[in-house]
């Protein structure tokens, strides 16, 4: 393993601050990246990685601190200067153009010219060749948007090596890609790492750091907690350095979550043969006050798409809902709000947040929308509300006048997750809340989810993480291939049956 | 750590499929529609009307009559190819077209007069680009303003037409090239080598490429290191020489100087970008199209007044064609989003 220190460091950052809005987003970080190395950066949401990151690739400018490039100071203005200093950065979501063909993304801007015009057939051969030294083996003139993310990801690296990179930043690169993907990504990455490229990788998986880093640089809230190498730093003291805290947290849960739930009074919600042509066949469901339904199912089961028909985002076009036994109309998410439910969707940025808007305004959007425009929410009750729910969610930096664009996806969760509690919703609609967000915030949203339930309300929880649907739900709705299969008690199934009956119920004897 | 042996990647290439015949040719799908649907109005033309034509002579006085749009067709296509829009050039025409006049009434040379006219044109593609660009102006309002500037500009130079006796710049028009029935005027060679420049640029130098990507993805191209400003604002400003040579040939099409000639006349070049199939969202689009398009138009108003209908027929026929490519151009973008 490449782990030697005498080898001198490409890239060296020096006491890197950067102030945004009422956040101070990096405080003094120190990172250093070395040639055949793979080096992690991990730290919550909001611990500053994207930020660093950003930095180093000069979409941000930095209010404090050096950064030198073997051996030289350097200022970046623009992404292009930190291309030209050797530093390229292949993002989560893929920053190609998927209106240009594979082989002009790979070499945009740096297509081969003869007499002053690009050299189409040797813009297309050079790409092959680029594509060809990752293994990768399309057709350089198909449309970039046919392919899928994972090979778009390498097609991104591709372009990187074309600058002849000596830093390569991946950023998330693995968060959409299935098992076989990864690992053939990683393959492309040890390749790489063996030519001399310093590679800093960021995920939020702890297998895949530990499967493929050889050091490791951990920051929380802004600040360097310490870089260390991967051999001395094991699991529970890396979790432990990034929370900042122990772990007890998520383990006294799965306590918690499987009290016993009165059915015998009238369902608060209750739905049957809800379905919509092409959406989602048929399908019933119950909840009564005070219980934790899960949604369990693979990506495109019908989850979401139940809970938007639920909440009338969606129209039904057959089936009926009817909350606390009377029939309800919910073609409009008007009707369910009318009704006391709220619902958070998956689509954080698209559907959730409003990202130019303060923490304060964001958390009172609900109320007011309620209250209706003629009634405006007193500044004192506003700030009380506000300051509450900062407080009781942990949502950090605690400042209302944050702009909620500049927090990070698990404090943006936070935020909405207020919103909808100010509403006092007696049914809350969770749709992947915990989606992409770190181990910190997941246990803060967890914990609020199981004591609110525990106080009477309702909750319909979705999530992949099938392991955070058993410890949260007391029952659970299993959905496959856009159908309800079946119901279970988390009482009385573990992890392996639930993946087993998602998986082969219904099917009589999967081989 | 073992070193690994990468795997083959498993890609689709191209199926011999409909669908994939469709997915892969998506991008000039609306260009060969709008060349079909000029082919069809040509020959339902020829059927249908009384008298021939398709004549030799009907054709040559379409690219005539429609030189001046064709050319702010060109300059359109690059700035809808980057997302943006350019309201102002039908004023800026108007503008270039009147101080043009005035110019050489005052006895200027052509050759002073001429690139005066393309400098004041390119001058307000400018002032556009850098308020889009640098100063984050929705292109629509920033090219709305250079709208009122360059039509209040034409009437500070005149309020009346001033007519034009210069004889290079009348020869423009009034050379008739000649091949049997055929016929082109060097105006109308003027319009041809704009389209022809106009599709040399966007497809072999990195400024075409990069004009393509900005459509596509704007924050790609600038990650990816793109010259995103300069070119963006070089958009403009060739919309903006293109408002200003597009002056010239209609000064020399009318023999005269007008400060109200152009109202409107944006939309039409806008219109017919549409129609020959470059996406109002950016990044899909050739200037060949935009050629197809204008065609489409030409023949459209040449059928009107063959058949002596009102005017107002022409604006509706635009229109419902506009609808109709909008709708195709939703579907194909939809379709190319499931695609990923």
Known sequence: MPADTEVPPVVQMRGITIRFPGVLALDHVDLTLRPGEVHSLMGENGAGKSTLIKALTGVYPVDGGTITVTGTDRTFASTADAQAAGISTVYQEVNLCPNLSVGENVMLGHEPRRRGVIDWRATHTEAARHLEALHLDIDTRSPLSRHSIAVQQLVAISRAMVLDSKVLILDEPTSSLDRDEVDQLFGVVRDLRDRGVAILFVSHFLDQVYEISDRITVLRNGALVGEHAVADLPRDALVTKMIGRELHDLESLSRTAHRAVDRSGEPLLSARGIGRRGVLEPADLDVYPGEVVGLAGLLGSGRTELVRLLYGADRADVGHVSVRGERARMTSPRHAIDRRMAFSSEDRRGEGIVADLTVAENIVLGIQAQRGWARPIRRSERDAVVAEYIQALGVRPANPDAIVGNLSGGNQQKVLLARWLATAPELLVLDEPTRGIDVGAKADIQHKVSELSAQGLSVIFISSELEEVLRLAQRIAVLRDRRKIGELDSGQVDLDGLVDYLANAGKGSAA | ?340
Not at chain 2, 84 to 94: E, N
Not at chain 2, 207 to 219: D, K, L, M, S
């Open chain 2, 1 to 340: 750590m073992s070193t690994t042996t990468t795997p083959e990647v498993r890609t689709r290439r191209s199926a011999p499929s409909y669908q994939g015949f469709i997915a892969r040719h998506a991008a000039t799908t609306p260009t060969y529609a709008a060349v079909l649907i000029l082919l069809v109005l040509l020959a339902g033309a020829e059927t249908f009307l009384p008298g021939n034509f398709l004549s030799p002579g009907n054709l040559s006085a379409l690219l005539l009559d429609n030189a001046y749009l064709l050319v702010l067709a060109v300059g359109m296509t690059f700035v809808i190819l980057t997302a943006g829009i350019d309201l102002s050039v039908g004023s800026v025409m108007a503008f270039t077209g009147v101080l043009g006049a005035q110019l050489l009434a005052q006895g200027t040379p052509a050759v002073v007069a001429v690139p005066a006219m393309l400098l004041a044109g390119g001058a307000i593609g400018l002032l556009i680009g850098v308020l889009v660009q640098y100063f984050h102006v929705q292109p629509f309002i920033a090219s709305l303003g250079g709208l009122f500037l360059a039509r209040g500009l034409a009437f500070v130079v005149s309020l009346q037409s001033i007519k034009v006796e210069e004889p290079t710049v009348l020869w423009l028009q009034q050379t008739r090239i000649r091949l049997d029935g055929w016929y082109i005027t060097p105006t109308g060679i003027i319009a041809l080598l704009a389209v022809a420049f106009a599709a040399l640029v966007l497809h072999l130098t990195r400024f075409g490429r990069t004009v393509y990507a900005i459509g596509g993805n704007e924050g790609s191209a600038r990650l990816m290191g793109l010259a995103v400003a300069r070119t963006k604002v070089t958009a403009y400003v060739i919309s903006g020489l293109c408002g200003g040579l597009a002056g010239l040939l209609l000064t020399a099409y009318s023999g005269a100087g007008y400060p109200r000639n152009g109202i409107g006349t944006e939309l039409d070049a806008i219109a017919a970008v549409v129609i020959g199939g470059t996406l109002l969202t950016g990044g899909r689009g050739y200037v060949l199209g935009s050629l197809v398009g204008v065609l489409v138009f030409g023949t459209i108003k040449t059928i009107i007044s063959f058949m002596g209908a009102e005017q107002s027929w022409m604006q509706i026929i635009i229109g419902g064609l506009l609808l109709l490519f909008i709708v195709v151009q939703r579907a194909i973008v939809a379709r190319s989003e499931r695609q990923r």
